[in-house]
């Protein structure tokens, strides 16, 4: 046994060392792509869920405050529902992702509401076909839930402008909980803010990326 280690260390060394060798390239490419990519990549930024929730003729986008570099929480009251009023019509933003990258796509979305005032579906798929074909803005890494009271998007950066089933929408890494709940809270005789409030709640209780710290905003036509 031992005399089977030492050649088959000596023939590790000499396919190491033999320039031509297929086998020294094959781990010196694993090394280079796997090892030192991952050297170099940033941590992930995880987390958040947002939750929008329509009912009897209100829209609640309720989201909470966590933001974690890595498994590490950075923040926990941040605020990432915001209300802008484009053109003096009020709408209701909810992102998950980068913070930088989904700032530079509401001002976008702000500016197509401003030379379109009113046209929510009309400014959404405009930016999601700029956020699509840019090749800056493709790299952009963001969710966003808007709404103006009446309807309720999500757009993504492939392109999609999604207006849910069953008035509910949610995005992050805690959305499919708060959605679960909030489809099971759906026809009960709750409001919307108290089913937007008690899906986020359940969220946190199971995302590891999401806190009980709220931002709700609501707007109805």
């Given at each position: 046994?031992?005399l089977?280690c030492?050649?088959?260390v000596i ?12 086998i ?9 792509k796997?090892?030192i990519?991952e050297?170099k990549?940033f941590p992930?930024?995880?987390g958040?869920t ?5 009912k ?11 933001v974690?570099?890595g498994?590490t929480?950075?923040?926990g ?8 009023s484009?053109g003096g019509?009020?709408i209701?933003?909810?992102?998950a992702?980068s913070t930088?990258d989904a700032?530079t ?7 197509k509401?401003?030379?379109?005032p ?10 999601a076909k700029d956020?699509?074909?840019?090749k800056y803005l493709?790299?952009?890494e963001?969710m ?8 309720i998007f999500?757009?993504t950066g ?6 849910p089933?069953h008035g509910?929408a949610?995005?992050g890494s805690?959305g ?10 759906i026809?009960?005789?709750q409001d919307?803010e ?8 359940i969220?946190a ?9 709220m ?7």
């Open positions: 046994m031992a089977f030492k050649l088959y023939l590790f060394r000499y396919l190491l060392l033999d320039p031509s060798s297929l020294r390239n094959n781990l010196l490419n694993y090394y280079e796997n090892i990519m050297q990549t992930g930024w995880h958040t947002i939750i929008g929730v329509k009897n003729g209100e829209v609640v986008i309720a989201g909470d405050g966590q974690s570099l498994n929480v950075i923040k009251s941040a605020r990432k529902v915001r209300r802008i484009p019509h009020d209701i933003c909810g992102f992702g930088a700032f796509l509401l001002e976008r979305l702000e500016a509401l401003e030379a379109s009113g046209q929510l579906a009309k400014a959404s798929i405009s930016l956020w699509r074909m840019d493709r790299n952009l963001a966003l839930i808007v709404t103006d009271g009446s309807d999500v757009i492939a392109g999609d402008v999604l207006e089933e509910i949610s995005i805690g499919n909980f708060a959605l679960a709940a909030a489809r099971a809270l026809d009960s005789d919307a108290t089913i937007a409030r008690k899906s986020l709640s969220a209780e199971i995302c590891v990326y999401t806190n009980g710290n931002t709700v905003e609501k707007i109805s036509k």
